[in-house]
């Protein structure tokens, strides 16, 4: 069982680049305000994801105390509108990752901490947050106990899913236009880039399909 970033980052990367497109496609119809103001935005996006790409590749340090070969398992949360994939590493470390398949078929297993990477038989697993020391908030469903076959999630049902968290976006459409004093064009600008920014942060974030 073998996994490298293209699998895991693939698909938050793709959402990531997919945010900057709506983003810009939108600055030619805006005024200086309104251009400073998706200028914001557009940084904030690449900020957090760079955050989030140091993170999970062990530039930044993402608090594990777990060292050397320990055992491992998987759960998946669910939490209100967010579904994220947790390692649950030795004795009480809990290591969100980004999604791949083969972590809807990880059983408990030994897996080997070193310098914020985190491998199991092949496998390398991308830390998309900080270590918990308790259980994350909401239902945590735990992995069968024997492999099957990795299921395949394609990208529609994904976004499907991220777009769920984006429920927020004719609000901030709304607060655009009563601060901005635009009209409908500028409500219709803000909620799209409102939607495509709450996907994405749902995406960078690790989201689980499964």
Same mark, same amino acid.
């Given at each position: 069982?073998?996994?490298?970033? *293209?699998?895991? $980052?693939?698909? #938050?990367?793709?959402?990531?680049?997919?945010?900057?497109?709506?983003?810009?496609?939108?600055?030619?119809?805006?005024?200086?305000?309104?251009?400073?103001?998706?200028?914001?935005?557009?940084?904030?996006?690449?900020?957090? @994801?760079?955050?989030?790409?140091?993170?999970?590749?062990?530039? $930044?340090? !993402? /608090?594990?105390?777990?060292?050397? *070969? !320990?055992?491992?398992?998987?759960?998946?949360?669910?939490?209100?509108?967010?579904?994220?994939?947790?390692? +649950? &590493?030795? @004795?009480? +470390?809990?290591?969100?990752?980004?999604?791949?398949?083969?972590?809807?078929?990880?059983?408990?297993?030994?897996?080997?901490?070193?310098?914020?990477?985190?491998?199991?038989?092949?496998?390398?697993?991308? #830390? %998309?947050?900080? *270590?918990?020391?308790?259980?994350?908030?909401?239902?945590?469903?735990?992995?069968?106990?024997?492999?099957?076959?990795?299921?395949?999630?394609?990208?529609?049902?994904?976004?499907?899913?991220?777009?769920?968290?984006?429920?927020?976006?004719?609000? &901030?459409?709304?607060?655009?236009?009563? !601060?901005?004093?635009?009209? $409908? /064009?500028?409500? !219709?600008?803000?909620? =799209? *880039?409102?939607?495509? =920014?709450?996907?994405?942060?749902?995406?960078?974030? /690790? %989201?689980?399909?499964?």
């Amino acid at each position: 069982m073998s996994s490298g970033p *293209v699998r895991a $980052l693939t698909y #938050p990367l793709l959402v990531t680049s997919g945010t900057l497109v709506v983003i810009a496609a939108w600055a030619p119809f805006a005024d200086l305000d309104q251009v400073s103001g998706l200028a914001v935005v557009a940084l904030a996006v690449l900020g957090y @994801t760079a955050w989030q790409l140091g993170i999970a590749f062990g530039i $930044l340090p !993402v /608090g594990l105390g777990a060292v050397g *070969v !320990v055992r491992g398992r998987r759960v998946r949360q669910q939490h209100r509108l967010v579904s994220r994939s947790w390692l +649950e &590493v030795g @004795t009480g +470390e809990w290591v969100p990752v980004f999604y791949a398949p083969e972590l809807s078929t990880f059983v408990p297993s030994e897996v080997s901490v070193s310098g914020g990477a985190i491998v199991s038989d092949g496998l390398r697993l991308f #830390p %998309s947050g900080r *270590v918990r020391t308790t259980e994350p908030p909401g239902k945590l469903i735990d992995n069968p106990t024997r492999a099957t076959e990795p299921p395949v999630f394609g990208l529609g049902r994904r976004l499907i899913l991220d777009l769920q968290s984006a429920i927020g976006a004719p609000f &901030v459409g709304l607060l655009w236009v009563y !601060v901005m004093d635009g009209g $409908l /064009g500028a409500f !219709v600008a803000a909620t =799209t *880039v409102g939607a495509a =920014t709450f996907t994405w942060l749902s995406a960078i974030r /690790g %989201s689980d399909p499964s």
